[in-house]
């Protein structure tokens, strides 16, 4: 990409980062301001939602994890086990593989993930949070939303199909030993990323553009959805609850994103703040 992001991380600074990014149009930039613009929206509107629902804001961890032998020292979730019940949290994460994957536009090299999880809640609690704060707070079309899960979530067809998403048009089923051998989230999800105790899991995906299909028919699914966040349903590895990736939500509600490199001063600017240099880092550089 022509630029040298050690040097980017050593000069450290948000404004030193700004000047040595390479100059983008003034299309691109007009994106990446129209998207922070909607993404400061959606925080606020979380915000208000999930404090109108009775639940507390709790301090984000540090996005440096200190666990260098996984993801490169970077946080990947926001931590399921510490965060107590009747609380929610705006965690800001950074993904190491991400970067081979970085020409998708809901691909991004720092984002938040929102995370909460209900007093004394089963799966069709979560489930029914999850659409609640979705198409009720946020006005997402429930036609356009669908799931990909494991066939332990056949106890929620109940719940899905009296919320009007029939489980028989919404739901895509993984095979069970496929998905706990991916350890990807979709359908199992692994609190402790070395630990073989999981959370069963519904990856829940909005539609893009202008196709009609009521869900996706493989996995992983086509470029047409975006995962925008995940229901837990079942396990006892941590709290039952639910999460929500922000900029994910963002562009399923607007359509807008910003471009990959305006998003990595974001992340080197965090990360010197916090005074760490997770190994990491290398990969983004």
Same mark, same amino acid.
Not at 167 to 177: C, G, I, S
Not at 191 to 202: A, H, I, N, R, S
Not at 204 to 215: C, F, I, K, P, Q
Not at 274 to 285: C, V
């Given at each position: 990409?022509?630029?040298?992001? !050690?040097?980017?991380?050593?000069? $450290?600074?948000?404004?030193?980062? @700004? ?7 003034a299309?691109a930039? #007009?994106?990446n ?29 540090s =996005?440096?994890? /200190?666990?260098?032998? &996984?993801?490169? @020292? ?13 609380e &929610?949290?705006? +965690?800001?994460? %950074? ?7 970085k ?11 929102? /995370? ?8 069709e %609690?979560?489930?029914r949070l ?13 036609? !356009? ?20 998403l ?5 739901? *895509? *089923?993984? #095979?069970?030993?496929?998905a706990?051998?991916?350890r990807?989230?979709? @359908?199992?999800?692994f ?7 999981? =959370?069963?899991?519904?990856g829940?995906?909005?539609?893009? @553009? ?6 996706p028919?493989? &996995? ?13 349903i079942? /396990? ?7 999460s929500?990736?922000?900029? !994910? ?5 607007? $359509? ?5 490199? +305006?998003? =990595?001063?974001?992340?080197?600017? !965090?990360?010197?703040d ?6 990491? =880092?290398?990969?983004?550089?």
């Open positions: 990409m022509g630029l040298n992001r !050690r040097r980017v991380v050593q000069l $450290g600074t948000a404004a030193t980062v @700004g000047t040595l990014l390479p100059r983008v149009g299309a930039a #007009d994106q301001d129209t998207f922070e613009q909607e993404f400061a929206n959606t925080i606020n509107q979380l915000r208000t939602a999930f404090s109108e629902l009775g639940f507390i804001e709790a301090e984000p961890l =996005l440096a994890s /200190g666990v260098d032998d &996984y993801n490169g @020292g970077l946080r990947h979730d926001f931590d399921q086990s510490a965060l107590p019940s009747g &929610y949290v705006i +965690q800001p994460l %950074a993904r190491v593989a991400d970067v081979d994957e020409s998708r536009a809901d691909v991004l090299p720092l984002f938040h993930e929102v /995370g909460c999880h209900p007093a004394d809640a089963d799966g %609690a979560t489930t999850m659409m609640q704060v979705l198409t009720q707070s946020f006005g997402l079309d429930p036609s !356009r939303i669908a799931f990909v899960t494991v066939p332990q979530a056949d106890d929620m067809r109940p719940v899905l199909d009296a919320l009007g029939p489980f028989t048009e919404k739901v *895509l *089923l993984r #095979d069970k030993a496929e706990l051998a991916a990807d989230a979709s @359908g199992f999800f609190p402790d990323p070395f630990g073989d105790e999981y =959370l069963v899991t519904m829940v995906y909005y539609r893009l @553009g202008g196709t009609d299909e009521a869900a028919t493989a &996995y992983p699914p086509s470029d047409n959805w975006t995962e925008i966040g995940e229901v837990v079942g /396990g006892q590895a941590a709290p039952l609850g639910i929500i990736g922000a900029e !994910r939500l963002t562009y399923a509600r607007t $359509g807008q994103y910003p471009t990959w490199d +305006q998003r =990595l001063g974001a992340l080197f600017s !965090r990360i010197e916090e005074g760490a240099e997770p190994p990491g =880092l290398a990969a983004f550089r």
